[in-house]
């Protein structure tokens, strides 16, 4: 039999839709569901309100991540609106049958972190969660997006969205990395080029031999910052490097399961021939480590780099990224080497496992953090805080002045105290530098975690190449 | 949650003529902590319409007076950022029904249209006329039809067209809901299930 050729997307996407509305979206079968406590409670209000039950509980799994504390986690939470939220969770999720893995769970931890190391997150399946970097998800050749709250409770009274089908764009990321040049360098450089709108409407394939070479942390760090170009999502055909990674963790394939399962994973590709409604080519040589400086991810530099003047934007483009600059406390082409730092946030679902906490502690190792820096090393996850411990991490990072914290979104968006103060410079590695996103006056820059060592232990904005 | 029949109307439109306006700035992260879905509008914009502490900020469109109306008229990309439904049911709390711009992130028009508020994408150019419009006349006027699928400029009386989903405008129009129809396919999910085996 021949047919059309196809893209992953496609493959993935056609393999999920029970109906097709005339006229309409898709009824898009959801493989697996993540909840958490900050966009679940209406949802489970809602459907109580309509005597609904949740119709397939075991393909939900719940974790309390956004607002916790990432200290004391053993207490009762102080803060009395974001223990009503996680005791909430705990009480829908008692109610209707759901796995969850609360805050002391040794599983527990940011749920975009938690469904990998776990195993849950395979191949070919589509998974939803009501929080847009979903799209981490993607990084095992999954189609996995952000949804609203309304669409949370779609899921649980149906295990099924309606959902209009996005465009297929792919981006190649060709040759080599340089020397300090990570997944998050290259997530950067392409919002930089592309814009946080420039996705709008497509699911990314990303492809070619730079992506291939990255681990399954760095993917993941590529597939989150997806959101951030305004796409749905992103996605990776899965190799030896995903079904290595996959082998073994809790809740992978087992067995017969496992051989059954591979085969499938190994089908997993886009098609030579399929076509894309959009396609972008990058050379790998032509990124450097990425900074940004105004007030969303779209505004990033190579860190040797300055900020453009803005001569040659038009009128409302003009007032926005002056708005931006006038937030930051920049000025146009100001250099951005240098600048000063008062915070470093190491974390998030973007940079918060194992792989991003090696980089970090190979980085600060026998160096000093500087006085002026205030440090948060936030695991993003239980089993990331054990790993970093079974290392010997803690050590080292100790030794050089920097303590971990507990694990959760924390600072990535300072719903719990963990608030970068008002005018504050922070580098950080987690995924947006929206105004007040890291607390109220709060000023962001992104970067990697290597980027966020040098300015750690320099106490300013370095290039960390001078380093290497 | 049933949402509210969309009807035609003519109302006069606040100007946020900022691009990129996330949902971030929409509804701050800490404010997201309720469990239920009420009250969000007293906080949307919080950190622009009011200055530190809770003294408004004068100079932001939602406390200067001359501005009022049913119609938000904003900057390209709106909504972009995290997708949290709260931007929407902030918005639709504080009492506005439309949002225009000539470009909305997807999940916002998503959750918009879950909750009946309708996003009204424009060309850059109408955008730019719309927001002239309003700063020469913060009391013009401009009517917003679902049915015919325009939306007009009663101070030049130009109007323009905009797209929706077909599904999307039968609920809004009748205020039916996805969870509603979802469910009556329950059996028909539960035989796909079986050959998903
Ligand atoms: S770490 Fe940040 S982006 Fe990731 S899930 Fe938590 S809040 Fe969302």
Known sequence: MSSAPKTLFDKIWDAHVVEHVDGGPDVFYIDRHFIHEVTSPVAFGGLERRGLKVFRPEKTVATPDHNVPTEGQELPIQELLSRKQVDTLTANCEKHNIGLYGLNHPFHGIVHVIGPELGITKPGMTIVCGDSHTSTHGAFGSIAFGIGTSEVEMVLASQCILQPKPKKMRINVEGELHKGVTAKDIALYIISKISTSGGTGHFIEYAGSAIRSLSMEGRMTLCNMSIESGARGGMIAPDEVTFEYIKGREFAPKGEEWEKQLAYWKTLKSDDDAVFDLEYTYDAADISPMITYGTNPGMGIGVDGAIPTGEDMGKSDRFTFNKSLEYMGFHPGDKMLGKQVDYVFIGSCTNGRIEDFRTFTDFVKGKKKADNITAWLVPGSHQVEAQIRKEGLVEILEEAGFELRQPGCSACLAMNEDKIPAGKYAVSTSNRNFEGRQGPGARTMLASPIMAAAAAVTGRVTDPREFL | ?197
Not at chain 2, 90 to 97: L, S
Not at chain 2, 123 to 142: G, M, Q, R, V
Not at chain 2, 163 to 187: M, P, Q, R, S, W
């Open chain 2, 1 to 197: 949650m049933p949402i509210d029949k969309f009807v035609k109307f003519r109302s006069p439109a606040v100007p946020l003529p900022i691009e990129n306006v996330d949902t971030d700035q929409i509804i701050p992260a800490r404010f997201l902590k309720a469990v239920e879905r009420k009250g969000f509008g007293d906080n949307l914009f919080r950190d622009w319409r009011y200055k530190s502490g809770d003294t408004p900020n004068p100079d932001f469109v939602l406390n200067e007076s001359r501005y009022s109306g049913k119609i938000l008229v904003a900057g390209k990309n709106f909504g972009s950022g995290s997708s949290r439904e709260h931007a929407a049911w902030a918005i639709y709390d504080y009492g506005f029904r439309v949002v225009v711009s000539s470009f909305f992130a997807d999940i916002f028009k998503n959750n918009a249209l879950n909750n009946g508020l309708l996003p009204v994408q424009v060309s850059p150019e109408y955008l730019e006329k719309l927001f002239e419009t309003i700063e020469a006349n913060p009391n013009a006027e401009f009517e917003v039809d679902l049915e015919s699928q325009t939306f007009t400029n009663l101070e030049t009386g130009e109007t323009t067209d905009y797209e929706i989903n077909a599904y999307k405008k039968k609920c809004l129009l009748n205020g039916y809901d996805d969870i509603d129809f979802l469910v009556t396919l329950k059996d028909k999910v539960a035989r796909f299930e079986e050959s998903l085996r």
